[in-house]
């Protein structure tokens, strides 16, 4: 019995020792750029941009292969911050920047087919089939996929209403800008 448990542990320590080294020396290097575009953008894996996730988002600007105006949560600053990364130009003159938005269910007019649920990549969306939903608001980050989806227009985009919850200071204005 202690040949097997002890024959088992080293085989289980030399494998883990192979592993490890192997890891460490096939690694594959990232590129550095797609990382820090990645920081960039807001992380809420939504797909408006047409990527599966800002990863993905994030290797095609590094290559070049997008634009940088590709995230429409982020709206302009992130757009120029972007921009700036790579070194680009941007015309944001015709780019329409809206505030926060959440989806909301006209439950009259929800069916229960279970589209949006199956669309929301948050989970925010919460109901079974054949039965009204809901939002749940907190959850909810505005990518306006389920409000596409839905065959009865019974999900509209309602702007985040300014609470305790959502209240932000603005930023200060720089020095420069306020002397004349």
């Known amino acids: 019995m202690l040949l097997a448990v ?3 542990a080293v085989m289980g320590v030399t494998l883990g020792v192979l592993l490890g080294a192997a890891a460490r020396y096939l690694a594959v290097e990232g590129n550095p750029l797609e990382a820090e575009l990645q920081s960039l ?22 290559k070049g292969e997008a634009p940088v105006t590709l995230c429409p949560p982020g709206g302009k ?19 329409e920047e809206k505030g926060p938005h959440t989806a ?19 989970d925010a969306i919460v109901g079974a089939n054949k039965q009204m939903h809901t939002v749940i608001s907190e959850a909810c980050h505005g990518c306006e996929k389920c409000f596409k989806i839905c065959p009865t227009e019974a999900i509209v985009m309602r702007p985040v209403l300014v ?15 306020t002397q004349h």
Do not use: Y
């Not at 953008?41 to 590094?62: D, E, K």
């Not at 007019?109 to 199956?118: A, D, F, M």
């Open 163 to 177: 609470s305790v919850g959502t209240w932000h200071w603005q930023k200060p204005m720089p020095e420069h800008a």
């Open 41 to 62: 953008l807001p992380g809420s894996q939504c797909g408006q941009c047409g990527f599966v996730g800002c990863a993905q988002a994030a290797a095609a600007l590094a």
């Open 6 to 8: 002890g024959s088992v």
């Open 77 to 95: 600053a992130v757009a120029e911050k972007l921009a700036a990364k790579l070194g680009v130009t941007v015309d944001l003159s015709e780019h």
């Open 104 to 122: 909301f269910i006209n439950e009259a007019l929800c069916i229960g087919c279970l589209r949006c649920i199956q669309e929301c990549s948050t």
